[in-house]
Structures are given as C-alpha cells and as structure tokens.
C-alpha cells in the first residue's frame, strides 16, 4: 500500500498489487508506513504555516527513529519540527542555504544528518541536527 498526496490537498492511499487507489479505511488508518514523506497527513498538521494555501511546503521526510520531520518550502528554508506534529503552529527550527526554493529533503541512514535539493539553484546541502 502507498499513499500520497494530489493537487487537490487530498491524502490518497494505493493498492500496489491492483493498480488502484483505495478509499480510506481501517487498514489505512492503522497501517504502519514504512517512509513518511507526504507533506498533507494528520500527524504533520503542525508544518503548515498560518494562512497557507497548501502549496508552499514541497517536501517532508521523517528521521529513520520517527522523532523528527525536515521540510523543504517555497521560502528557501529547510526546517525541523518534532514528529508527529499533529497541532496547528507548531515550533520549528529553520535555516537558509538555498537561493531558490526547497525541491527536496531526505534524511540520510542514522538519522543525524539530512540533504536538501535547491529548486533553481540546483545545490545540495547537507544538515547536521544537533537538538
């Protein structure tokens, strides 16, 4: 099973063995994911910025032990919140590097340390969390 994220701001769920997607359910709910990288999901509600449209955040991943979620946005920032991050403002700490927005964000084995892909620029950056 996949789940993923549409222009729409849904949450969607996949059968990987038929094809198809799945209407949320029980087993969706329950499910224990193997990677979170969907940005739209309840438990990182707390991301969002106030006022957003939903469009300004490009990339979430959580740390290998579950605890941290790096995000990559439209501002040219990478940021880090606790993971899960179910409430609305939640505390963040951010920092620059990029000229252009936040394409992407993966945390690196061990979970210390994390990569950032710039937009324009094409840079990658490493992160070293130190919490």
């Not at 106030?50 to 040219?76: F, K, L, M, R, Y």
């Not at 991050?85 to 979970?111: D, E, I, N, T, Y």
Request: proline letters at 5%; hydrophobic letters at 35%.
């Amino acid at each position: 099973m996949l789940r993923s994220n549409s222009g729409s701001h849904e949450l969607l769920y996949w059968s990987v063995n038929y094809c198809k997607q799945m209407t949320p359910s029980e087993t969706t709910a329950n499910a224990d994911w193997a990677t979170a990288t969907c940005t739209l999901e309840y438990s990182s509600i707390g991301i969002w910025p106030d006022g957003s449209e939903g469009n300004e955040i490009n990339s979430a991943d959580v740390s290998p032990d579950q605890n941290i979620i790096s995000t990559g946005d439209d501002s040219h920032l990478v940021k880090i919140f606790n993971y899960p991050s179910f409430l609305p403002k939640a505390q963040f700490k951010h920092s620059s590097g990029h000229a252009s927005h936040v394409s992407r964000v993966k945390f690196l084995p061990g979970g210390k340390s994390f990569v950032s892909l710039g937009g324009v620029d094409s840079s990658v950056l490493v992160w070293s969390i130190d919490i």
